[in-house]
């Protein structure tokens, strides 16, 4: 889940590096640190403090640092070794020869710490990636060159890995190396300049070209360009390609976070996302990264979903779209359990992922476990290039564009428009919808982002509603139906961000059990919209009043009824069934954002958390 960044080129490498951690804090803050390698000497000098970014601009500015042109850097989400200066990466070999920045856990680092030092080596870490630097500096020792040494340590490694690497015997060059899942390397292709680092969005200010590694590939670059090679030592051809987003999508602009900023957003993103995918005149669907994959379609028996935490949210809302639009049997599952529980599957099961980076390494097992299967797989993803949409068969693009904060919200609900566009390709594909239900479904995903802008423009009625949640400590957040992912979400949004512990329920688990949790200070969120199983809730609703419960509730505009029963209610547009989660998830992102704020919280980097979950 860290950030990796690397420079080599022209310029100076410290602006370019330090801007870049900044581009990738949300991907870990415990620590930062950099490594530069002079141009004439080959010397490394590494810079590293725990703390945030600005902790380390400090410590470079009191010191003179050399002007070199070629570095790393690194911001860490810590996995071994508690957040100090000394688990900060870069971390240095015994001879201090090699640096090494990392992302991934090395699963045999007890063991191969322990030969190391058996053999001589000190570490001055408790990190399992400084394992790494002592192996490459020993291959090294054996008049390998860096590459080569790099590819020699990465077979003694268990786990995935994402490693960059410089050395002192080879000014100007930078390595790295994606072993499986555990995250991406992206180059970037500059103008007398290459770039490496684990995010586009550390690559957008300086170039749109670039190309992604694949598992088992090693990348050598230098200011003249790169060269790649596979794990067993054979070249291997990478082309790049030309990505089309804009840095400017990562700027806060005018907003206090990125987060306010991805909220207000989301009907701009819905919009691209929907024009991407479909027009009215004529009702059609342009799902044209399905590729081979769509005659599968119409033979497959059953779709399966994966994803994790908001994804798998979005996960439990598309199988209400499998079933209700295409009529196919759908069911969930959360990828980091699916992947050992040695599955059912075969070419009849569609399986569908869901992953806003494209790179969380669960999903990405999960993939794998289906693609020896033999099943069919349909990725939904907003990264384009990243490894779930080259594991997959087929991909729906979300056009949400770079999402910083690390609390999803606008990747979420154009996922729900992308799973909503497969489910009705899926039913056209096999017959299962008439052209009139067909354009009524596309007309009513195409009128959702006028209706998320109508809820946003009541932001500062949602947002005073959330004043009642700063000094509480436990919400229950309750739905049914499609209703019941919306509820999930927004209590895991309420959790990230305001550190408030809230669970997602089913409403008709109340009383089988949670109604024991209910009194004065226990407050309940119930989604109560007109499709939501509208009578039930209703009923959860007396339930919990009766026991002086308080209640806010999500309700359809001009359900006066249901106004007068609650507490306090919210209200969102009338729309179709299936479309209601996309509407009702809008005004619980605003209270979870709310009440973070009133509670004085780091709403952009929750403590704990990282964007890309990329280890276990």
Known sequence: MCGIIAYTGSREAVPVLLAGLRDLEYRGYDSTGVAILDDAGGELTVVKRRGKISELDAAISSQSISSAHTGLGHTRWATHGVPSDENAHPHASCGGEVVVVHNGIVENYGELRKELTDRGHIFGSETDTETIAHLIEENLKLGHDLVTSLREASGQLVGSQAIVALSEAEPGVVVGARLGNAGGIVVGYGEGEMLLSSDLAALLPHTSKVAFLDDGQIVRISANGATFATRDGRPAKVNPSTILLDATTADKG?????????????????????????????????????????????????????GMGTSLHAAMVGRWYFEQIARLPADIDNASEFRYREPVLGPETLVVSV???????????????????????????????????????????????????????????????????????????????????????????????????????????????????????????????????????????????????????????????????????????????????????????????????????????????LIALADAALTVPSVPALLEPVAAIVPLQILAYATAKTRGCNIDQPRNLAKTVTVE
Not at 355 to 376: F, H, I, K, W, Y
Not at 431 to 436: A, K, L, M, N
């Open 254 to 306: 005018t907003y206090e976070t990125y987060m306010l900023k991805e909220i207000m957003e989301q009907p701009v993103a819905l919009a691209d996302t929907i024009g991407g995918l479909m027009t009215v005149e004529p009702a059609r669907l342009y799902l044209d990264d399905l590729g081979d994959v769509r005659p599968w379609l119409e033979r497959v028996e059953r779709v399966l979903l994966v």
């Open 355 to 561: 992953s806003q980076s494209g790179e969380t390494v669960d999903v990405l097992e999960a993939m794998n476990v289906a693609r020896a299967c033999g099943s069919p797989q349909i990725t939904i993803c907003n990264t384009p290039g990243s490894q779930s949409t080259r594991l997959a068969d087929g991909t729906v693009h979300t056009y949400a564009g770079l999402e910083r904060g690390v609390a999803s919200t606008k990747t979420f609900t154009t996922s729900l428009a992308a799973l909503f566009a497969l489910a009705l390709e899926t039913a056209q594909v096999r017959g299962r919808i008439s052209e009139q239900e067909f354009a009524s479904h596309i007309q009513g995903l195409v009128a959702m982002p006028e209706i998320v802008g109508r809820q946003l423009d009541a932001f500062d009625v949602v947002a005073k509603a959330a004043e009642r949640f700063s000094t509480t400590e436990h919400i229950l957040f309750l739905g049914r139906g499609p209703a019941l992912p919306i509820a999930l979400e927004g209590a895991l949004k309420m959790k990230e961000l305001s550190y408030v512990h809230a669970e997602g329920y089913a409403a008709g688990e109340m009383k089988h059990g949670p109604i024991a949790l209910i009194d004065q200070n226990f407050p309940t969120i119930a989604l109560a919209g007109q499709h939501a199983l509208r009578s039930k809730i209703i009923s959860n609703i007396e339930q919990i009043r009766a026991r002086k419960g308080e209640v806010l509730a999500i309700v359809t505009e001009g359900d006066e009824e």
